[in-house]
């Protein structure tokens, strides 16, 4: 079975520029959350979605934004990109929306804002 | 408020124990969460334990929790060098599902 994944890998971005990072879920799996990681840091919460609907969002400015498909697959979009975006975008998926199930996360896509 | 604390750093020897410490600020958290990230990876969920266990046990792994104290720690027997990596806890509400507040990690070293 194919893990949480995410693409691209590593992206490179001009500040004041927009970005879209996407994610595929686990198979079966609906809920889909979105994380920063800041180096040397832990990861901070931006948002989760729950079969296309949002159920949560983090102490993130506008300028981040996401959206869930109908196959469960997800984009986070930033705009107007700052250098302090720079981190590493997590993405996780998990069955459904409890705790009882845990975070499956992706290897993440490292930005770059210059 | 919601924060979770963690040492920066440990370093033991091969085979001896590690512990890593965790602190937490909300005492209304409903589960308790250990993730490993290995360098270049995501995170992975090692265990979790419920706000009303005192202590979980899975393989090396032993988890503590003294809630009177808001205190988390990992216990890693027999500590080998493929356990090198930042350890990560978190916690999560059953109010709020969608939220989980991770700590700035620890990064285990094993020296041979």
């Known amino acids: 079975d194919a893990g949480v994944t995410q693409s691209p890998t590593h992206l490179i971005k001009t500040r004041g520029q927009h970005v879209t990072l996407r994610c595929s879920p686990i198979s079966g799996h609906k809920s889909v959350s979105w994380y920063q990681q800041v180096l040397g840091q832990g990861p901070q919460f931006i948002f989760q979605?729950?079969?296309?609907?949002?159920?949560g969002r983090g102490n993130f400015p506008d300028r981040f934004s996401a959206r869930q498909f109908p196959n469960y697959s997800s984009e986070l979009n930033v705009n107007a990109l700052l250098l302090g975006d720079s981190a590493l975008y997590l993405c996780?998926?998990?069955?459904?929306?409890?705790?009882?199930?845990?975070?499956?996360f992706g290897s993440g896509t490292r930005l770059t804002v210059v | 408020g919601e924060d979770v604390e963690q040492s920066l750093f440990l370093s033991v020897r091969e085979g001896d124990s590690s512990v890593i410490n965790c602190t937490y600020t909300?005492?209304?958290?409903?589960?308790l969460y250990w993730y490993k990230q290995e360098p270049g990876a995501g995170l992975q969920l090692l265990t979790y334990i419920f706000s009303n266990m005192d202590m979980k046990q899975d393989q090396r792994l032993t988890v503590l929790l003294n809630k009177k104290d808001k205190h988390l720690s990992l216990r890693i027997a027999d500590t080998q060098t493929g356990d090198s990596a930042i350890y990560f806890c978190a916690e999560g509400w059953y109010s709020n599902a969608s939220k989980i507040i991770f700590g700035s990690g620890t990064r285990l070293s094993i020296q041979p």
């Open positions: 909300d005492s209304s958290s409903t589960y």
């Open positions: 996780a998926s998990r069955v459904r929306d409890s705790l009882l199930y845990g975070y499956t």
């Open positions: 979605y729950y079969e296309k609907e949002e159920r």
